[in-house]
């Protein structure tokens, strides 16, 4: 099998704030392997993300974030690391980010063979205040 991520991606009003909560598996996961959230606003947050490696060979996985495909660490398209390597991340403090209405994340698994089961979830609002 080939790489695949289901989206699943949910928006309400909380409080005059646009809100989306969106669910993602990926399957067969390798280490560049990336997917893309989209229909983001242009200015947000990343207020919670969970990421929690299900199965495969990997033991560490080190969630990161762009604002484009293929993006690298040294550009400004990098919005910035989630966390250190573990089998599960979270973020407490909130990744405020501009884009042009999507976000590419890749879970970085230390596997050697792409076999990685990984499920992730975003709260994210818009706006940044």
């Known amino acids: 099998m080939a790489y695949s991520a289901t989206i699943t991606k949910s928006e ?15 399957a067969e ?13 242009a ?20 969630p990161i974030i762009g604002r484009a495909t293929g993006w ?6 990098a919005v910035g690391a989630v ?9 407490t403090t909130a990744i405020p980010f501009v884009c042009s209405g999507s976000l590419f994340i890749r879970s970085t698994s230390d596997a050697a063979t792409a076999d990685g089961v990984i ?9 940044l205040a």
């Open 12 to 26: 309400r009003i909380i409080q005059g704030i646009k809100t989306i909560v969106v669910s993602v598996i990926e």
């Open 29 to 41: 996961a390798a280490s560049t392997d990336e997917f893309e959230i989209t229909g983001l606003p």
């Open 72 to 77: 690298s660490t040294s550009t400004q398209d």
């Open 83 to 91: 966390g250190a390597a573990a089998a599960y991340q979270h973020t």
């Open 119 to 127: 499920h992730s979830e975003f709260v994210i609002v818009e706006g």
């Open 43 to 62: 200015v947000g947050r990343i207020m919670m993300y969970n990421a929690t490696l299900i199965s495969g060979t990997a033991t560490t996985i080190a």
